[in-house]
């Protein structure tokens, strides 16, 4: 197999910001213009699931003018392709085009499949003059085959960025529903090998087809932001606040922080790397939490 050795265009301390992720169908013309209003850190152009087989080469036609209207307000421009070799060509030659941040890969399974996908991206960014490596990789694990090999696919090639586990598809292809007990196990393996290749691990442990229910919604994202994850893919408006919310640190948090903080500068000039702060000991572990919750809150 030929592989694509093209290295990142960017590093691991660029990895984006993504609390939140709306999925607007790219053959809808209203939800296409509206997207950049929403307020998710970055729109996914669908031209999978959302879209009926009749209606996925008028998607692709209209991608262009979809990129540059949901990449309004700097927003981080994704689009979803199809897993089929056919649908996924014609999928690459629309949407390898300038403006757009990341593909995200349903149905992941393997590392050399990414590779393939990777050398057909270079292929067309080459023959287009656009930036080598500059689109990024966002794939889904959604079969039980691929959870036996996620360290391979977080690491597989450098445009790699971000995974996360596809709710719906996972229950399915297990024989069961999309409820707690079933996800927690392989959204945890995806949230492991995600942050143990330096990518940004994304989802909840649920489904996210719910977003009547803002308040069950609100929970599950604040539980899976304690247990790591960066944030979610919403298919649904009212869910990219909750979101956005979830997975940004709230006022107590950076209070926290601030005080962690200025107790390690003063522990320092004393010479000590682990100290106590209003009753607890604190540690180099600690200290690393409260720098990341203050560089999360500089990024929002």
């Known amino acids: 197999m030929i592989t694509d050795t093209v290295p990142a265009v960017e590093s691991a301390t660029s990895v984006p910001r993504?609390?939140?992720?709306?999925?607007?169908?790219?053959?809808?013309?209203?939800?296409?213009?509206a997207a950049h209003e929403r307020g998710a850190d970055g729109v996914i152009l669908d031209l999978?699931?959302?879209?009926?087989?009749?209606?996925?080469?008028?998607?692709?036609?209209q991608l262009p003018e979809c990129v540059a209207k949901v990449g309004r307000k700097g927003k981080s421009?994704?689009?979803?392709?199809?897993?089929?070799?056919?649908?996924?060509?014609?999928?690459?030659?629309?949407?390898?085009?300038?403006?757009?941040?990341?593909?995200?890969?349903?149905?992941?399974?393997?590392?050399?499949?990414?590779?393939?996908v990777a050398n057909a991206v270079s292929e067309l960014e080459r023959e287009r003059n656009l930036a080598l490596g500059?689109?990024?990789?966002?794939?889904?694990?959604?079969?039980?085959?691929?959870?036996?090999?996620?360290?391979?696919?977080?690491?597989a090639h450098p445009r790699m960025v971000a995974m996360a586990?596809?709710?719906?598809?996972?229950?399915?292809?297990?024989?069961?529903?999309?409820?707690?007990?079933?996800?927690?196990?392989?959204?945890?393996?995806?949230?492991?090998?995600a942050r143990a290749a330096g990518l940004l691990p994304l989802g909840l442990i649920g489904s996210i087809g719910e977003f009547s229910d803002t308040h069950k919604l609100r929970e599950a994202a604040a539980h899976a932001r304690r247990l790591g994850f960066a944030g979610a893919l919403a298919i649904h408006p009212t869910q990219v606040a909750i979101f956005n919310?979830?997975?940004?640190?709230?006022?107590?948090?950076?209070?926290?922080?601030?005080?962690?903080?200025?107790?390690?500068?003063?522990?320092a000039t004393r010479g000590l790397s682990a100290f106590s702060l209003n009753g607890k000991m604190i540690d180099p572990p600690v200290v690393r939490r409260a720098h990341e919750i203050l560089a999360l809150a500089n990024n929002n």
């Open 165 to 193: 586990l596809g709710p719906e598809d996972f229950s399915a292809s297990v024989g069961g529903a999309p409820e707690f007990d079933l996800l927690l196990t392989p959204n945890l393996s995806v949230l492991f090998a």
């Open 245 to 267: 919310e979830a997975f940004s640190p709230s006022e107590q948090e950076l209070e926290w922080a601030r005080c962690v903080v200025a107790a390690e500068n003063d522990a």
């Open 77 to 116: 421009v994704l689009v979803r392709v199809n897993r089929g070799l056919r649908a996924l060509a014609a999928d690459f030659d629309a949407a390898v085009i300038a403006g757009v941040d990341a593909l995200v890969l349903p149905k992941t399974d393997s590392a050399e499949w990414i590779l393939e």
């Open 18 to 33: 993504w609390r939140s992720l709306l999925f607007v169908p790219a053959h809808i013309p209203r939800f296409v213009e």
């Open 134 to 155: 500059r689109i990024r990789f966002l794939a889904q694990i959604e079969t039980p085959g691929a959870l036996q090999r996620l360290a391979a696919i977080a690491s």
């Open 48 to 61: 999978e699931d959302s879209v009926p087989q009749d209606r996925k080469a008028e998607a692709r036609r």
